[in-house]
């Protein structure tokens, strides 16, 4: 079935560092990708998506490319800043199923 | 505004009973979703629904149930035979036949005591 791999966590960046975050998949179909991002104590709000080859999404400074020849879809962002400490998932989307990878959390420090 | 609610947002059960949680959404979906999240983990599927008046499994049904008698409303019953229910559980929507996103509600954090 449908999976995903998430870098592990906890990331510490300082403020104005590059950030990336990995995320490779495994999927039977052609996935829709997904970065969703949680902040304490709230829900899932979505950062950014793509939904075929080569296609960047992207969002307050964030962005993912969907890699089809590596099933992968990384996060990247150029300069990080403390209100971006968070809970970030990748989640392929297949189906009208998610997969959630475990989540990588990310505290910025000024 | 369009949205998904989920309350309470904090929720205490003493050992041995049933709880029922709430997940309202007014965004039109077909497809309704719960997930259980615990301290640095993912999110786990409980169950699912992609339209009224049916549901699967999802990964860890054991010990919780669901309902689906209207299209907006998926409550969520976590009852005395699930062995450890402390946890943070979201509720989310999305639209059905495609690869599109899901949209969560805020969670609710229910604690055993």
């Known amino acids: 079935g449908d999976s995903v791999t998430q870098m592990e966590g906890p990331v510490t960046l300082s403020e104005e560092a590059f950030l990336t975050i990995n995320c490779t998949y495994t999927?039977?179909?052609?996935?829709?990708l997904f970065w969703y991002v949680q902040y304490p104590g709230e829900g899932l709000q979505l950062l950014l998506k793509?939904?075929?080859?080569?296609d960047k999404g992207s969002n307050k400074g964030f962005e993912a490319t969907y890699r089809k020849e590596t099933t992968s879809f990384h996060l990247e962002k150029g300069s990080v800043q403390v209100s971006d400490s968070a809970v970030y998932f990748c989640?392929?989307?297949?189906?009208?199923?998610?997969?959630f990878g475990t989540g990588t959390s990310l505290t910025v420090i000024p | 505004d369009g949205g998904i609610t989920q309350s309470p947002k904090y929720l205490f059960r003493k050992e041995g009973q049933n709880v029922t949680l709430s997940c309202e959404q007014n965004?039109?979906?077909?497809?309704m979703y719960w997930y259980r999240q615990d301290p640095g983990q993912g999110l786990r599927l409980i169950y699912y629904?992609?339209?009224?008046?049916?549901?699967q499994k999802g990964d860890i049904a054991e010990g919780y149930s669901v309902s689906r008698e209207k299209k907006e409303s998926f409550p969520l019953t976590v009852t005395s035979a699930q062995k450890n229910p402390t946890a943070f559980y979201l509720c989310?929507?999305?639209?059905?036949?495609?690869?599109?996103?899901?949209?969560f509600g805020q969670g609710t954090r229910l604690t055993v005591v």
């Open positions: 965004l039109n979906h077909d497809a």
């Open positions: 999927a039977t179909g052609y996935p829709s």
């Open positions: 629904s992609q339209i009224v008046n049916d549901f």
């Open positions: 793509a939904t075929k080859a080569d």
């Open positions: 989640a392929p989307s297949h189906g009208n199923q998610f997969y």
């Open positions: 989310a929507s999305g639209l059905m036949g495609g690869n599109t996103e899901a949209f």
